[in-house]
């Protein structure tokens, strides 16, 4: 089954079922992946948007909860989903299955390319959550209506991405040339990384259309939008330990972006290079930097 899933490019696991979405999908992807989660808890001070409990709560009706997460990754946010939630039904669906040790009991994974659409779960779930799935997305709008759709009235829809950009200490894009070898070396190993997940079909400026996307479908309403500027380094706060993680999450991630790199038609001398360069600049933290993540979170109408 291993072999049907996976297949090794460029030193790391990729999944075989998406030729959009190129991150790997190994055990050092998962964990940074776990890594990752833990970082947005704190950034975000708590796992779940606030209508969480609400939505989740037994209501007499005989129906049980569900709750469905929609490119889950290392599927930490929905395994913690079947925890505190022992009495709904939790679906984890993704390009690999979950490969947890412990899996709860009512927990599931399945297998599947979302950018395929999700009839199968219309009028099923309760909760939908996507967190950073847009690099392997086609049509991110296209998805937004099936998600409409999987929910039950009154359901929560929780949307989580960011653009592909880094913002300099004013908050405004580096623009950079990815032909130019030139600093600062992060934000250009990001204008790559931008260049790569359109280049395969990726939907690289979902984050900033998600709440005019959300605002104006037909069928949603009390619509929430929040945004997170989360430091690629510790030059805004010094060394201390958060900081400190975010930038061994930023080294992570370049390394983790090389196969998308490098399939899409990047150079290998280039690509290592920028990487390099952009691993030393995190390391000696210099360079201002954020990564902007824009969240939001709305209820289907009752009606």
């Given amino acids: 089954m291993r072999e049907r899933i996976f297949r090794h490019e460029y030193g790391r696991g990729l999944n075989n079922y998406s030729d959009v979405y190129r991150l790997p999908a190994d055990d050092e992807e998962l964990e940074r992946l776990d890594k990752q989660h833990q970082m947005f808890i704190e950034v975000m001070g708590g796992k779940y948007p606030p209508p969480m409990d609400e939505v989740l709560t037994e209501d007499g009706s005989g129906e049980t909860k569900a709750c ?39 927990l599931r994974s399945e297998v599947d390319d979302i950018n395929l659409g999700l009839e199968h779960f219309y009028g099923q779930f309760d909760v939908v959550h996507a967190r950073l799935v847009s690099s392997g997305i086609r049509d991110y709008a296209g998805l937004l209506d099936h998600t409409t759709r999987v929910l039950r009235p009154g359901g929560l829809l929780d949307l989580f991405e960011f653009d592909f950009r880094i913002y300099d200490e004013h908050r405004k894009p ?91 038609g990047f150079p290998e001398y ?34």
């Avoid at 929905?78 to 009495?87: F, G, K, Q, S, T």
């Avoid at 997940?197 to 990726?202: D, K, N």
């Avoid at 975010?246 to 090389?258: D, L, P, V, W």
């Avoid at 920028?274 to 030393?280: K, T, Y």
Wanted: charged content about 25%; aromatic content about 8%.
């Fill in 270 to 303: 280039l690509v290592d290079q920028v990487n390099a360069r952009a691993e030393r600049e995190l390391d000696e933290a210099r360079v201002p930097g954020y990564i902007l993540c824009q969240t939001v979170y709305a209820r289907k109408e009752r009606v």
């Fill in 68 to 106: 469905l997460d929609l490119g889950c990754g290392s599927g930490c946010w929905i395994r913690d989903v079947a925890l505190d939630y022992p009495h709904c039904s939790a679906v984890a669906v993704d390009l690999v299955p979950m490969q947890a040790a412990m899996m709860p009991p009512n």
């Fill in 174 to 264: 580096y623009v950079c040339n990815a032909n130019v070898m030139q600093p600062p070396w992060a934000p250009l190993f990001m204008t790559m990384v931008n260049q790569a997940v359109r280049r395969r079909g990726g939907h690289v400026d979902a984050a900033n259309l998600l709440e005019r996307w959300v605002r104006e479908h037909r069928c949603m309403t009390d619509v929430v939008y929040r945004e997170y500027w989360i430091p690629t380094s510790p030059w805004a706060r010094g060394d201390d330990e958060d900081a400190i993680r975010q930038r061994a999450f930023g080294e992570a991630f370049i390394k983790s972006a090389r196969p998308l790199l490098l399939g899409s």
